[in-house]
């Protein structure tokens, strides 16, 4: 079953702008973490956040986790063409089973 | 590293066939799992082994399906007889300490008419 649910379902942007997508979940969980998957491709795993934490960084990532809200959100700045894909949240609730959002589809024009 | 490895990556099959999917996980890493991912379903855990052992296959469908890993280098997941309804992308993933960031293969994409 799928404990994410991602917040839109798909979304467009022009290339320079900002993306932000969200994911709620509804048990307590342990991480949390986000993916990317291109079309036709496999999953590729991008960040993880701990409970314990509440915002993280990799390069045009940015990700927050709110635990009282059992939420996160995504942060893409300054998107490329090839941000073009789905992303997907996924939560570890410490059973080292990973459960996936529906994930949401971002397509960046040029 | 080669990272995941999948085959075949596309699998076209008759109902009623029997059906088998190979996965070769990274070296080193202790944890492996079969995903299934349709339009419909989105993305469902199907089995998990942990250093080979199978710990939960809460989310195999159904008795058609079976998995193994007889050693840490290699599993399958075997369907049969095959239904049109298996229809999906069938993911294989292995992580080196359960759950902390899983690395993907690429996919085998089966379609049974």
């Known amino acids: 079953s799928q404990q994410g649910e991602e917040d839109p379902q798909a979304l467009s942007i022009q290339e320079g702008e900002n993306a932000t997508m969200n994911c709620s979940y509804k048990t307590s969980i342990n991480n949390l973490q986000w993916y990317r998957q291109n079309s036709g491709r496999g999953l590729v795993h991008l960040i993880l956040i701990r409970s314990n934490e509440r915002e993280k960084h990799s390069g045009r990532l940015r990700v927050t986790l709110d635990t009282s809200k059992k939420s996160s959100s995504l942060l893409i700045t300054a998107s490329r063409a090839a941000d073009t894909a789905s992303y997907f949240c996924a939560t570890d609730a410490n059973d080292y089973k990973l459960s996936f959002g529906a994930g949401t589809t971002v397509t960046v024009r040029a | 590293d080669a990272g995941v490895i999948q085959s075949p990556r596309h699998e076209v099959t008759e109902m009623g066939q029997e059906v088998t999917l190979r996965c070769k996980p990274i070296?080193?890493?202790?944890?492996l799992f079969w995903y299934r991912q349709t339009m419909m379903r989105g993305l469902e855990l199907l089995i998990y082994f942990n250093n080979n052992v199978p710990i939960d296959d809460s989310g195999m469908p159904e008795d058609r399906f079976s998995a193994k890993m007889p050693n840490a280098s290699f599993s399958t997941l075997k369907i049969q007889p095959s239904e049109p309804r298996d229809s999906a992308v069938y993911f294989c993933?292995?992580?080196?300490?359960?759950?902390?960031?899983?690395?993907f293969g690429s996919g085998t994409r089966l379609t049974v008419v």
């Open positions: 993933a292995s992580s080196d300490t359960g759950g902390y960031g899983y690395t």
């Open positions: 070296s080193g890493h202790n944890s």
